[in-house]
């Protein structure tokens, strides 16, 4: 089955943690993109990778790191110094040629 | 600046016809692009629009005019499922590929 996928759809944590959300494809595709969704806001870019080993920031960035050691992986981590953490995640991909990006289910974020 | 206007929120009747504009203001353009997302769900893609005039989709259909920095995203014979945000988004021409997005459309649609 081709696609992405994004474990899991539902995660809480305490104020304070660290969390690392999942993102995986199977789409070969080149680009995958880390994005945040709150209620009455657009999609907001958080960081965003060509290449494997390589990525770059978006413009909401602190807060947050990421990893590309793997062209199918994208692992997004909200460390504490994030400071409204909860939230709704996606990840997308986009392969070489194509102008579309292509999402996963999402995971929605809850810091208690 | 770089800017999407798009109405926060529309009503319609099954069966109907309605319209969704998109108004952009961005330092380059190498596309407009519409997405669909359910209430929890993902966006899906439904068109791309790089050149000017209409594209047609099924019952979908999607307009674009650069010179006036405006699309329509065109949805006939509403459907109940049709209910959802449709984001309108602009790809920024030699910005690595990424998306500026707008707030989205909440449309509603009533029987």
Request: charged share 20%.
């Amino acid at each position: 089955d081709g696609g992405i996928t994004q474990s899991p759809k539902y995660l809480f944590r305490k104020e304070g943690q660290n969390v690392t959300l999942s993102c995986e494809q199977n789409l070969n595709h080149d680009a995958m993109y880390w994005y945040r969704q709150d209620p009455g806001q657009g999609l907001r870019l958080i960081y965003y990778s060509q290449i494997v080993n390589d990525f770059q920031k978006g413009d909401i960035a602190e807060g947050y790191s990421v990893s590309r050691e793997k062209k199918e992986s994208f692992p997004l981590t909200v460390t504490s110094a994030q400071k409204n953490p909860t939230a709704f995640y996606l990840c997308a991909t986009q392969g070489t040629g194509d102008y579309e990006q292509y999402f996963g289910p999402g995971t929605r974020l809850t810091v208690t | 600046g770089q800017n999407i206007d798009q109405p926060t929120e529309m009503t319609a009747t099954e069966g109907a016809i309605v319209q969704i504009n998109c108004t952009y203001q961005t330092s380059g353009f190498n596309g407009l692009f519409w997405y669909q997302q359910h209430a929890g769900e993902a966006p899906t893609f439904l068109s791309y629009n790089v050149l000017d005039g209409l594209e047609e989709k099924g019952r979908f259909s999607s307009f674009l005019s650069r010179s006036k920095g405006y699309s329509y995203l065109l949805l006939k014979e509403l459907q109940m499922k049709d209910s959802a945000s449709y984001l309108c988004a602009v790809l920024n021409a030699g910005n690595n590929r990424k998306l500026i997005w707008g707030l989205g459309t909440s449309l509603a649609v009533n029987p």
